[in-house]
Structure formats: C-alpha cells, structure tokens
C-alpha cells in the first residue's frame, strides 16, 4: 500500500442516537442524532449529513482540479449532496447517494457533463463507494 498523503482520525461514544464525536485534532465536534424521520429529535448530526458534506466538498475539489488541468473554470463549482439510508430486502440497510453539480462558469453542456464524468472518475469518495452504492450525478439539472 502507498504511503498515505493524509489521514483523519476521529472518536465517537454512544453511536447515532445519543452519541458524540469528535476529530482528534479537535476541529470537529458534533453531537449525533437520529433525524426525526428516524424517530430522534432531529437536533444533531447524523452520519448521512456528515458524509454528503464531505462527498460534496472532495467532489467540488475534484472538479475544480480538472477543470485547471483542462483550462477550464470549474473554481465556483457548487455541489448538492443527498444521502439516503436504504433498508435492503434482507433487513441491513445501505446508501445511495446523489451529486446535483451547477458550473456556473462553463457554458458548453457536453464540456459540464465531461467534467463531472472525469471528476467521477477520480473523487476518493467516488472511488470508494463505486460498486457498492448508488451514485446519480445531475449536471445543471441534466442526468450524467
């Protein structure tokens, strides 16, 4: 395995309903709940919101990344993340995640669309989830 460029550390106690976690270096610090559609309160975080924030900042980066290498201005990317917690048929439960990218500095719909394909190809998060969970990718409101 490749030397790792970086890597989060992060602690929680007491799981989603009741819980609280924190990274290590203590910059985040979140009180986790269930959202009410769960039955909780609603007045925390849950790991779905933690996981779309970060899915759509690495994406953002990603896209703002290749848009440099291609001479393009992906730089005011904006990325609309939804995580959905799925139960499965045999009672586990899984994800399924949708990426709602606006560009607005780039014109060309086909350019936009080969953007975010490119951007899919190379997030982390991407990578991570390919195979295992759904991914919709909306470009300016057009299916990728």
């Known amino acids: 395995m490749t030397k790792p460029l ?9 799981g ?7 990274t290590t270096d203590g910059r985040l ?4 709940r269930q959202p009410k559609e769960l039955g909780g309160d609603g007045e925390g975080t849950n ?22 290498s291609r001479n393009l201005d992906a730089d005011d990317a904006e990325v609309d993340a ?11 439960f899984g ?3 949708g990426l709602d990218i606006a560009l607005p500095s780039m014109g060309d719909a086909e ?16 990578n991570a989830t390919r195979g295992n969970i759904d991914v919709t990718l909306m470009v300016d409101g057009a299916a990728v």
């Open 82 to 92: 939804r995580v959905a917690l799925v139960p499965s048929e045999t009672g586990a």
């Open 111 to 126: 350019q936009r669309a080969d953007l975010v394909r490119t951007a899919h190809l190379m997030c982390p998060y991407s």
């Open 29 to 32: 610090e979140v009180d986790l």
């Open 95 to 97: 994800l399924a995640v």
């Open 47 to 68: 790991p779905e919101q933690l996981f779309a924030i970060g899915y759509a900042a690495c994406f953002a980066t990603v896209l703002s990344l290749v848009g440099r």
């Open 16 to 22: 989603r309903a009741q819980g609280h976690g924190r």
């Open 6 to 14: 970086y890597t989060a550390e992060a602690h929680v106690t007491g």
